[in-house]
């Protein structure tokens, strides 16, 4: 069993910066993938947005966000955290963390068997 909490949601207007973080509880975060969905309106589907392998050897990002957002993991911590730079206001959105007892960074939200609450992030123009 894992449990997940994300935090670090919030306003910001567009170019800027926040960094979202999700703290799981459980012995065995090591094993698990982990990876950032978002959901942009209610009704819609969540969709991928980045993923990072158990030990972090493996990341990978939705086109859309290449180059801008940055996913990272401290496994001593049971941390991992989403670094989004150059934000639009088509990154709004709730993001949610979740976590993959397979441990490879998959990128649809089936292969995932834990997920938080999620945290609005809201980017102004």
């Known amino acids: 069993q894992v449990r997940l909490r994300e935090s670090g949601g919030g306003l910001v207007q567009a170019g800027g910066s926040l960094r979202l973080s999700c703290a799981a509880s459980?012995?065995?975060?090591?094993?698990?993938?982990m990876g950032w969905f978002r959901r942009q309106a209610p009704g819609k589907e969540r969709e991928f947005v980045s993923?990072?392998?158990?030990?972090?050897?493996?990341?990978t990002n939705v086109d859309s966000v290449k180059g801008r957002f940055t996913i990272s993991r401290d496994n001593a911590k049971n941390t991992v955290d989403l670094q989004m730079n150059s934000l639009e206001p088509e990154d709004t959105a709730v993001y949610y963390c979740?976590?993959?007892?397979?441990?490879?960074?998959?990128?649809?939200?089936?292969?995932?068997?834990?997920w938080g609450q999620g945290t609005q992030v809201t980017v102004s123009s």
């Open positions: 459980g012995r065995t975060f090591n094993n698990y993938a």
């Open positions: 993923a990072i392998s158990w030990g972090g050897q493996t990341t």
């Open positions: 979740a976590a993959d007892n397979r441990g490879v960074a998959a990128m649809y939200s089936g292969a995932y068997q834990y």
